[in-house]
Structures are given as structure tokens and as C-alpha cells.
């Protein structure tokens, strides 16, 4: 079993951890001597065990802090899931018919109809202008 030397509130311990686990140990050391540290620059020095008690709760406080937030989004992203479950069970919705206004055939022919006698109308005055300019000439 590997022994890790640790530094809390500037002071210094040897502990011993599961072989791997080393870097586990320095990260929950490191944060234990940040709470040691904090409480040292505002309460002074102070004895050992009472300095890594009041780290340790200030520790545990934070952590059910955490853990009440952690309950909090696990009970949303369930009401989330039951809400997208529910959703997914109703399936599609029916589709809705639409129905688009169609201009009736005997207007269409109307308008074809109006629109090859103003082409002839055209026609016809194009053909007459042609007549009466080339005469001038």
C-alpha cells in the first residue's frame, strides 16, 4: 500500500491508499487543506483535530449542498422523461386537412380566351402601324 504524503492547513501527514488511488487522495487533500486554510486565515491557529473537524463539516456542508442540487436535476430530467415518454406514446398527431381555394376551369378558359384576342388585338394594330409608316417612307 503506497503512503502519501499530504499537507493540510500547513500541516503535514502521511497517509496510506490503495495502490492507483493516489491522485483521489491529493485531490480530496487538496480540498480539505483549502477549507483548513481558509478557516486558519480567519479563525488563527487553532489544535489539529479541531482545525480538520470544522474542515470536514465545512466539506460535508458543501457536499449536501451538491447533493441536494444533484436530487433537484434528477427529479426534473425524470419529469422530463415521463413528459417525452408520454409525448413519444400519443404518436402523431392527425394530419390536418387543408383545403386550397382552386380557380375554377371556366375562368381559366375565360382569361385564355381574353388573352388570344388582345395577341390578335396586337396583331392587328402592329400590322396596321407597319402599314402606315412604310407608306410614309
Request: overall charge negative; charged content about 30%.
Amino acid at each position: 500500500m503506497p503512503q502519501v504524503e499530504i499537507s493540510i492547513g500547513g500541516r503535514t501527514f502521511e497517509v496510506a491508499c490503495q495502490e492507483g488511488e493516489e491522485h483521489f487522495l491529493h485531490t480530496a487533500a487538496n480540498m480539505l487543506d483549502i477549507e483548513a486554510t481558509s478557516l486558519s486565515t480567519q479563525i488563527g491557529r487553532m489544535p489539529e483535530s479541531r482545525m480538520l473537524l470544522m474542515s470536514g463539516l465545512l466539506l460535508a456542508d458543501k457536499t449536501a449542498a451538491l447533493e441536494d442540487k444533484v436530487r433537484d436535476a434528477e427529479r426534473r430530467a425524470a419529469d422530463l422523461q415521463a413528459e417525452l415518454d408520454r409525448i413519444q406514446a400519443q404518436g402523431a398527431p392527425e394530419p390536418v386537412r387543408v383545403e386550397v381555394p382552386v380557380v375554377p376551369v371556366e375562368v381559366t378558359d375565360t382569361l385564355a380566351e381574353l388573352a388570344a384576342r388582345a395577341e390578335a388585338l396586337a396583331d392587328t394594330v402592329e400590322d396596321r402601324f407597319a402599314q402606315g409608316s412604310s407608306a410614309e417612307y
